[in-house]
């Protein structure tokens, strides 16, 4: 038989559990001898492909026929190890470790966090455990090299002949006398397209169970769950959602170091869209760390685009607690941000710096937000749909509605963050429109972006801290601005003629409030202070309107003037408070 060193995973319209095969199959191929970082899983359209640097020969697939265990029994205090050698993990011991470390969070002591693991067994144990071990004791029993040498010849060919492997599994079972049947319950958890018998192909009715599919291809969805995906319970919510990643071009070792760290990063509950957005970006923030910039350099410009060549994004799945067991709410595609490009170190810095990162500057943000206020979910939808799909219509949507949010908490003297221009600058640039850009770096536009912020976000943080001070900050505060100028955004004449009102009224009150502290010799602290706007901004910006219309001036006017300089301090520290008892998957 010939060396194996290529092999095609088909794509169906299962798509989620097309990505869980794949990462599945790559572990696979890993226990051959084949170093991971010499395994390449790419995305070719119609299928996935997985690449080995060195092919894999009879000789390493009959050596490995008996040792191969990618995925471990699950023993409960309700079943017992059906055999001695079997892989097995102790789910009651598991369970015994996290509850010591939530105590040990409550009293203020230490204690081993959870397995790593933990949150997969949770997920499986109860609703799962039946189909999944299973699964596990199927192999156990079936482990050899006809049944490598089926899997291999299987996906060495496009399309994959699965009706073809099932016949020629019925054969090898029935001459070994496994009496292993080739079809199994295709699990919810792994399948969630496939659940509870609602996809038939004649919609007359609905049935109790799930659809079957070849228990081959279940066991490897199975295995690709423990290095392709993360599956977490929802903050104040039993509701859980799964991410499995789908690849462009990675290899399994990066692939298996860059979910390692990812997973760390979300082992604290999070609010449903708040999952999401940080998912994106905690996930982005580990890949160009661990992959993008790993020691050997790989800025290459075939993956300086992170989500067109590195990774494309998640598949997710959204599982409603109904008390014994899960229903599937919702499936969908959450992509990497696409303004993300790396193609030198300097680039490693703007987005993963400690301090200065963008991505640390976006979760920052993002992890301010509570989502048992009302407005809140509303309010963080469209950036939750940018973020996946780098669509700036919804980006401007949020940036429109967030300066109500801003300006509202600060009134109640609530701490809030808000984004900064060098993070607004760059989703600009990087949807390469030439009308946005010229607006950006008109200097008419740049005055009147600074009359606004001076007028609202630090008119209002100079009179919090001159009240601390015993002093009077002398500037009015206008609270409804960025209303005013949406109001009127899609009429050009009257956007101007607001536009026009505001700006007079600013440097009406500038030049007289700087007048005022010179006729009274008043000292006025620096930080105070804003100067007047030059008599040709407004003209500048109304060449801009009339040239690209309203909307799209009225909209980066109020990201960019509700926006912090990247020098200013922030003066929130908030972030989503932790109760003593949330951090990993909790107990049961």
């Known amino acids: ?59 390493q697939i009959d050596e490995a026929a008996k040792t191969v265990q990618l995925i471990p029994y699950i023993k409960t205090a309700k079943n017992a190890l059906p055999y001695d050698d079997l892989r097995y993990v102790d789910y009651e011991a598991e369970k ?9 969070r409550k009293s203020g002591g230490e204690a081993s966090p959870p397995s790593p693991e933990w949150s997969i067994y949770r997920a499986i144990n109860p609703g799962a455990i039946q189909g999944y071990n299973n699964l596990a004791r199927a192999w156990y029993i079936a482990r050899s090299r006809e049944t490598l040498y089926l899997l291999f010849d299987l996906f060495s060919a496009t399309p994959n002949d699965i009706d073809g492997a099932m016949s020629a599994w019925k054969a090898l079972d029935k001459a070994k006398g496994w009496g292993i049947k080739a079809s199994a319950t ?61 690849p462009r071009q990675l290899t399994l070792s990066e692939n298996l170091t860059v979910m390692g760290k990812f997973a760390e990063s979300m082992q604290v509950p999070l609010y449903p869209t708040q999952f999401d957005i940080l998912a994106v970006i905690r996930y982005t923030h580990a890949l160009i760390k661990h992959a993008i910039a790993a020691p050997r350099g790989r800025y290459a410009l075939d993956r300086s685009q992170v989500k067109q060549r590195v990774v494309a994004g998640f598949q997710t799945a959204f599982y409603k607690d109904m008390g014994n067991s899960a229903a599937t709410m919702n499936m969908s595609f959450l992509g990497l941000p696409g303004w993300v490009a790396v193609a030198s170190q300097t680039d ?30 509303e309010l963080l939808r469209p950036l939750r749909d940018f973020v996946s799909g780098d669509d700036l219509e919804v980006f401007f949507e949020f940036t429109n509605a ?33 009308i946005l850009s010229n607006i950006l770096d008109s200097p008419g536009f740049r005055d009147v972006a600074y009359a606004i912020r001076k007028s609202t976000v630090i008119a209002q943080w100079s009179t919090e801290d001159a009240r601390k001070k015993g002093k009077r900050y002398p500037y009015e505060i206008r609270y409804g601005l960025h209303q005013t100028l949406l109001r009127r955004a899609a009429r050009k004449q009257e956007f101007i003629a607001d536009l026009s009102a505001f ?21 006025f602290p620096f930080e105070y202070q804003r100067r007047s706007i030059r008599t040709t901004a407004l003209e500048e910006i109304v060449a801009l309107i009339d040239e690209y219309g309203s909307e799209p001036v009225a909209n980066l006017l109020i990201a960019y003037g509700y926006a912090r300089l990247p020098r200013q301090v922030d003066d929130s520290t908030d972030e989503t408070p932790l109760e003593p008892d949330e951090a990993f998957e909790g107990e049961e």
């Open 1 to 59: 038989m010939p060396d194996y060193q290529q092999f095609f995973i088909d794509k169906t319209p299962k798509s989620f559990g097309d990505a869980l095969l794949l990462h599945g199959f790559a572990r696979l191929l890993e226990n051959f001898g084949v170093d991971p970082s010499g395994i390449v899983i790419s995305d070719r359209g119609s299928y996935f492909s997985v690449d080995l640097a060195t092919p894999i020969g009879n000789e």
């Open 96 to 104: 015994a470790q996290s509850a010591a470390f939530f105590e040990a």
């Open 186 to 246: 295709a699990l919810q958890l792994f399948n969630p397209d496939s659940g509870k018998g609602h996809n038939k192909v004649k919609g007359d009715g609905l049935s109790i169970g799930n659809l079957d599919s070849f228990w081959l291809l279940e066991y490897l969805k199975a295995a690709g769950f423990y290095v392709g995906a993360i599956t977490r319970t929802l903050r104040e919510s039993k509701d859980r959602k799964t991410l499995v990643v789908v």
């Open 348 to 377: 490693v810095n703007l987005y993963i710096h400690p301090e200065t990162g963008l991505l640390v500057e976006f979760e920052k943000f993002v992890r301010q937000f509570n989502e048992k206020e009302s407005d809140v979910p």
């Open 402 to 434: 967030f300066p109500g949010y801003l300006i509202g908490r600060r009134s109640r003297r609530k701490p809030a963050k808000a984004l900064s221009t060098q993070f607004i600058e760059r989703i600009i640039m990087s949807q390469n429109d030439p």
């Open 503 to 523: 700006l007079t009224q600013y440097q009406a009150e500038t030049v007289q409030i700087e007048e005022t502290m010179s006729k009274r010799n008043v000292p």
